[in-house]
């Protein structure tokens, strides 16, 4: 893999004016530097006002960046933005107002500006149309669609000239659980047919599944940059386990924690007889952990592991505690 997508140092700053006529000056974003190979799917992840938006307009071409740069498949944003745009497909946050039309003629529309020839974007449409599933709906209007559908035609809509990368600002934004599972398929399925996608989100949970690499920005610096599972290993660098007993508690936390690759063994008050357990050893000693608990005759009624917590990784890399 190559990078498709070099940020250089980029600032971007925003004068804004006070009630009393005062001009007061704020960094939205703070000398980002990093890589995105081609083909992943790379979340940006980060609270409201963190620089996710003015990051993606800067490289969309939409904002001049006060310093830095942004390479895109090697041309600069700065000197060739328009081999830049023919390269990308950006959905901003808001929908555009385009209501009145039925969703052919939104999709048409588009593909005209881009100059496709009309046999050829009639084919296109079609091809779009069952990419997002939205074939059936082919004849209503764009404002009687949800939002959720809204969200899929954009997704057509901003691959209908054929970029090699997607830009989504927080495509899954107001959506149900059931839209943003349709909307995480469809980014899967666009992804294999090549493409490089971006997107932002300020939920860490939604970018999880999908993701190739997450960022995590804050204050427009990049706070933690690596795949889940790196992050995670930050934030929790040992295993927890839980485990439930019918009974001898105290004889179970007393024996484990004599066991090698166990450093912690807590007991819970849960109403029940629960150990809470940091372990740091492999999947073949939790399995030799289990195998001496059942050997000794501990009545195990629980015995479960503590899957990766994207929110503590998120409250964490916020407070500047990954890196
Ligand atoms: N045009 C502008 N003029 C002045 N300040 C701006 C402008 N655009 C953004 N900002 C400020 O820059 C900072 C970053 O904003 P940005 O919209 O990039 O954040 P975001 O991560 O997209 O947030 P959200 O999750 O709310 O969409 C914020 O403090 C915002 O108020
Ligand atoms: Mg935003």
């Given at each position: 893999m190559s990078p498709i997508i070099e940020f250089r140092n980029l600032t971007k700053r925003f004068k804004t004016r006070t009630l009393t006529g005062k001009t007061r000056e704020r960094i939205a974003v703070?000398?980002?530097?990093?890589?995105?190979?081609?083909?992943?799917?790379?979340?940006?992840?980060?609270?409201?006002?963190?620089?996710?938006?003015?990051?993606?307009?800067?490289l969309v071409t939409l904002l001049k960046p006060d310093h830095g740069e942004i390479y895109v498949g090697g041309h600069s944003i700065r000197h060739k933005p328009n081999d830049v745009r023919r390269q990308i497909g950006f959905m901003p946050d808001s929908f555009g107002v385009y209501g009145d039309m039925t969703v052919q003629e939104y999709l048409d529309f588009f593909g005209a500006c881009y100059k496709i020839h009309p046999q050829q974007r009639a084919h296109l449409i079609n091809d779009l149309l069952e990419l997002v599933d939205l074939g059936h709906r082919r004849d209503d209007m764009v404002d009687t669609l949800s939002t959720g559908l809204k969200q899929r035609l954009g997704i057509a809509r901003v691959l209908i000239h054929d970029p090699s990368i997607l830009v989504l600002d927080e495509p899954a934004s107001g959506l149900d659980p059931r839209a943003r599972v349709e909307i995480r398929e469809l980014l899967l399925e666009v992804a294999r047919l090549g493409k490089t996608i971006l997107f932002s989100s300020h939920i860490l949970a939604d970018v999880g599944e999908l993701c190739t690499r997450v960022g995590i920005i804050e204050d427009g610096k990049l706070v933690a940059l690596g795949t889940l599972e790196q992050l995670s290993a930050h934030v929790m660098p040992h295993r927890q386990l839980h485990i439930g007993l019918l009974d001898r508690r105290d004889e179970a936390q007393a024996m484990l924690q004599a066991t090698g690759g166990v450093s912690e063994v807590r007991a819970v008050d849960n109403g029940r007889a629960f150990l809470e357990v940091d372990f740091t050893g492999n999947d073949e000693d939790l399995h030799q952990l289990l195998a001496k608990l059942l050997a000794q005759g501990f009545p195990v009624i629980h015995f479960s592991e503590e899957s990766n917590n994207l929110e503590e990784v998120f409250m964490r890399a916020t407070k500047g505690i990954v890196s």
């Open positions: 703070n000398s980002l530097d990093f890589n995105i190979e081609g083909g992943e799917i790379f979340g940006l992840v980060g609270p409201n006002g963190a620089g996710k938006t003015t990051t993606m307009r800067m």
